[in-house]
Structures are given as C-alpha cells and as structure tokens.
C-alpha cells in the first residue's frame, strides 16, 4: 500500500535533472527516484563522449527531454530552458549536480590556486545554480523545489578538498539567499550533503578511497550511504510532505557531520 501511495507521489510533476555522468552519479539516483515516484524527467549530458554512458540511463528512465548541458558553453543552457518550456510549459522539480576545478588547482592546495582556476570553479560549481534557478523560477509557476549537491567540506576541513571547500560553502550560501527570494513564490530549495560516494566526480580528489573509508568506519550508522538513499531524499523534499522545508543544508552521511 505504501508502495503504491509513492509511485504517485510525484506523478505528472515534471523534473530537470543535471549532472548525470554515469549509473554511479548522484545524479542518476536522484532521476531514478523521480521517476519511481511517477515524475517526468529531462535529462542531460555534459557533451558527446559522455552521451554514451547517459543515453542508456535516459531511455531506461523514459525521459522525455535529453540534451546537452555544459554551462560553460553559451546558449546551452538557455537552449535547455526553451526546449522544456516548448515540450512542458513548466518545471517542477530541478537538481544542479554538477561540481568542477582545474586538476592542478584541485589538488595543489588552496593557497597555489591560481585565480583563473579559481574563477572557474566558482563559475560550474556554484554561478551555473544561479542561472539554473533565474530560468527555472519563471517555468515553476505553481512552485517548485531546486536542489543541488554540497559536501561537508564547506563547513570544515576536510582533507585534500581543497578548492572546492569555498566553493561549496559559497554554493550552500547561494541555496539560503535564493530560498529567501523565490520563497514567496512558492519555490524552495536546498542544498543537500552526501557522505562520500564514490563516483566520477571524486575520482578527481586525492585519497578519497580512505575518506570513504573513514566515514564507513566512524559513521554512527556504520555504513556509507549510496545514491539511492540521496534520490530518495530528494523525493521527499520535493513532495507535498515537504512543503514548508526551505533553505535547508540536508546530510545524507549516516550521521558522519555530527562527529568532532
């Protein structure tokens, strides 16, 4: 019965999700919920080699809408918005998972990253959710929920994050303003915040393999999450059971961010 009650949770809501590399991406758990809980889906790839791997994961999930999406590019983007406002008329439902540095700026520490890199990485990794959300916001005519993906390192240290830690931290400060100005038009938005993953995006972290075994190993849950457990919430969130939740930092770490 409950089953059942979910499979229409999210029926007839229409769904944008960004940031799919592969069947291991955060991304992929979050459409895969989605689409379990009866929503429809428009997914994209980052650029033709990448189409390979996602193409198949699209289909799987009937989407329909599949396009490119590099927000590096001019005009993807807004190509993005006008097909789905073409093909739907509205957007529900957003998830920006998408996160990128320099490997040299990645792993040669905060203070060598060169501004260039730097400005790139806050540009993919936190400006394109602001841009997502200025195109969204006029599809969500009745509301909507926007999410994107943060880490606990924009809130402490973690080791070889680097960079990306005042990148996510500016991305989890972006999520509160905007939720303060989209809020009265019933639009809400979170960031959420995975324990580690192994995925393509983590690959490019220096000794991630032990993080993830560290938070297997001191998590008060005992165990890594997977992406699954990060769609799930996402649903959630974006149900009618979520309704008034804004502007929320939301750990899916098995308890990882409570620990000193």
């Not at 291991?24 to 994209?44: M, P, Q, V």
């Not at 993807?76 to 739907?88: D, G, P, V, Y």
């Not at 979170?190 to 393999?209: N, V, Y």
């Not at 001191?218 to 959630?236: F, K, N, S, W």
Request: include cysteine; glycine fraction near 8%; aromatic fraction near 8%.
């Amino acid at each position: 019965m409950i089953s059942e009650v979910l499979q229409h949770m999210l029926r007839g809501k229409k769904a944008l999700v960004a940031g799919i590399a592969n069947e291991h991406s955060i991304a992929y758990g979050c459409a895969k919920a989605f689409r379990e809980w009866g929503a429809d889906l428009a997914i994209t790839y980052l650029n033709e080699k990448a189409m390979a791997f996602v193409e198949p994961l699209a289909k799987e999930l009937e989407a329909g809408i599949f396009m490119p999406l590099d927000v590096s590019k001019p005009g993807e983007l807004e190509a993005l918005f006008e097909q789905i406002n073409k093909e739907w008329g509205r957007l529900d439902i957003l998830v920006h998972s998408m996160a990128f540095a320099p490997k040299e700026d990645l792993q040669g520490g905060l203070l060598n990253c060169s501004a260039e890199g730097f400005a790139k990485a806050m540009d993919i990794s936190c400006h394109s959710f602001i841009r997502m959300a200025r195109l969204a916001a006029p599809l969500m005519k009745d509301g909507g929920t926007l999410f994107t993906m943060t880490f606990h390192g924009a809130q402490k240290v973690v080791s070889n994050y680097n960079v990306m830690g005042p990148m996510k931290a500016a991305l989890e400060a972006s999520c509160r303003y905007l939720a303060f100005e989209l809020g009265p038009r019933k639009i809400r938005v979170h960031a959420i915040s995975p324990g580690p993953l192994e995925t393509r995006a983590s690959s490019g972290l220096k000794d991630f393999d032990l993080l993830m075994k560290d938070a297997a190993a001191r998590a008060p849950l005992g165990e890594l999450v997977d992406i699954m457990d990060v769609g799930y919430t996402c649903a959630y969130l974006a149900s009618p059971f979520a309704q008034r939740l804004t502007g929320e930092t939301l750990y899916v770490d098995g308890g990882m961010n409570i620990l000193a």
